[in-house]
């Protein structure tokens, strides 16, 4: 029977850890919650398919890594593998602890972009990880599932029955929106699936350091922070925080190159001004666009571009990378990403006032 334990999700010897993808402060959970359940399994939402190539990129990373695989109609389907993401994050866990790893999630093909809104990860920081995913399956519960949601569901309920009969102590990172299909289909006997069990002609490859600036999920900047901080306890990783180390970087290059440096009361706009784009679009935090366009607002295209350039830079690159390197786009992957054009000023010698002395004419 399904259950809630000392504040977590439980079934039997499972403990669920359902994850916003790619979002920091999810990654941050599931190693706290990795820590405390000392588990002897570790299970994801990534089919089976995938597993020897996910495992590659995985063990690769800080470098960034995608999975790609042509489906039957022509189309290529790409995963980035991002290290602010709880699978991933998981996976890296249970790869340097020796822990066994099962990739549980059925290969679906032409599965459709879900698009449905979700609070806003920030909150999952303040409130707790707990009470924001038992919110969302309150509000959730008794949701229908599409068909291949549900297929997948299955899927997934089938296997963590299965590996529930080991009696071991099973971690499963799983999707939100998921979560509460699953934890109905556990109070009933499952099933396996029919679905495809192996995949031909899938593919790795190094991603750009150009497509890293334009495709992760997080700020890059925000990836950077949250990779260095891996090594340490991630009490503290605030995102707030490193928008505020962003600004405070982009200010000192701003008057580095172009000698110009904010007042105060231009910082106290452009704080103000981000926050209330935030909460008029939803968000409890401005992302990446919001603080550019903040920056230019407050000041010019030019410390905007500071703030791009370093927010956008993903600093683990590689030359030499010994893979195949793919350039990937918005485009490609389907984000609704915004554009903006930065109109950046020569840069010229500093114009200086200096007296001039003045020979008075005399009178004639």
Known sequence: MTGILNNN???????????????????????????????????????????????????????????????????????????????????????????????????????????????????????????????????????????????????????????????KRVLFVCGLSHLPGILELLNYPQTQVIGRRERQGVGIAHLHEKSSREIMTEMPFLAAAYERARPEPLIGLDRLEINSRLIDLARENYWKHSKEELSRSQLKTLYTFSRNYALITGALVPDFYQLVVAARGVADDDFAYEVWDLGSRYPWQDEAPGLPVLRLRGEDLYLDRKRIRFHRRMKTMRRRLIPVPVRKKKRE
Do not use: C
């Open 9 to 167: 999700f439980t079934w039997k010897n499972v403990r669920f850890v359902p994850v916003l993808h790619n979002r920091i402060e999810f990654a941050v959970e599931v190693r706290r919650q990795f820590e405390e359940f000392q588990p002897d399994v570790v299970a994801v939402e990534f089919p089976g398919t995938l597993e020897k190539k996910i495992i590659q990129g995985v063990e690769r990373l800080p470098l960034l890594s995608v999975v790609f695989y042509e489906e039957q109609d022509g189309t290529f389907t790409y995963l980035l593998l991002e290290p602010t993401d709880g699978q991933v994050e998981a996976l890296r866990l249970a790869r340097a602890k020796g822990v066994p790893v099962r990739f549980i999630d059925r290969d679906t093909e032409g599965y459709g972009m879900d698009f449905s809104p979700m609070p806003d990860p920030y909150a999952a920081a303040k409130i707790g990880h707990f009470l924001y995913a038992r919110a969302y399956v309150h509000i959730h519960h008794g949701d229908k599932p599409s068909p291949d949601d549900l297929l997948r569901e299955k899927t997934m309920a089938y296997h963590l029955q299965q590996l529930n009969r080991g009696k």
